[in-house]
């Protein structure tokens, strides 16, 4: 949980994924900040340097992702694989069928955090994700998005 007392759940991945990105920013990415605004700060004045003003704001940018992902420790941890139920919840595969264009796609619900368009993963929060959950394969839904509605038929779902 966040400083906001909600409830963020996260795949047993995702929580890997912020682990790591952790571990690199206070291991490699903090020193090695710390190390440019020294060499920055040698170069004399502070007021006209580009390169201490641009290496104090990617420093004020690790100390804030550190924070960030630090209140998230608390976070509601969630292996999919050990999931198995017939309806969709966070964490599922869900294969849909574009009922007009006919077209098919699979995405995986995931925390905000884990969220990449990209490779199908999309958040618990995005409209597709609230109004697939609780639904079973075969149920049609109506999607409201922001380009307009689509309806899907849910085909498949897996929990992996």
Not at 2 to 17: H, M, Q, S
Request: glycine content about 6%; some cysteine; aromatic content about 6%.
């Amino acid at each position: 949980m966040a400083a906001d007392n909600k409830i963020y759940p996260v795949t047993t991945e995702g929580r890997a994924a912020l682990d790591a990105e952790l571990k690199k920013l206070m291991t490699v990415e903090r020193p090695a900040v710390q190390l440019a605004i020294e060499t920055a700060r040698a170069h004399g004045d502070l007021k006209e340097n580009a390169e201490y003003h641009a290496a104090k704001e990617r420093q004020s940018f690790i100390e804030g992702r550190i924070q960030y992902i630090n209140s998230l420790a608390s976070a509601q941890v969630i292996d999919p694989s050990a999931l198995n139920y017939p309806h969709i919840v966070f964490g599922a595969t869900v294969k849909l069928s574009d009922v007009d264009a006919g077209t098919e796609v699979t995405y995986k619900i995931v925390g905000t955090d884990e969220a990449d368009v990209t490779k199908n993963k999309i958040s618990i929060g995005s409209p597709i994700a609230r109004a697939l959950i609780g639904k079973k394969v075969g149920d049609e839904v109506k999607v409201v998005t922001p380009k307009g509605s689509t309806a899907y038929e849910v085909c498949g779902i897996e929990y992996r």
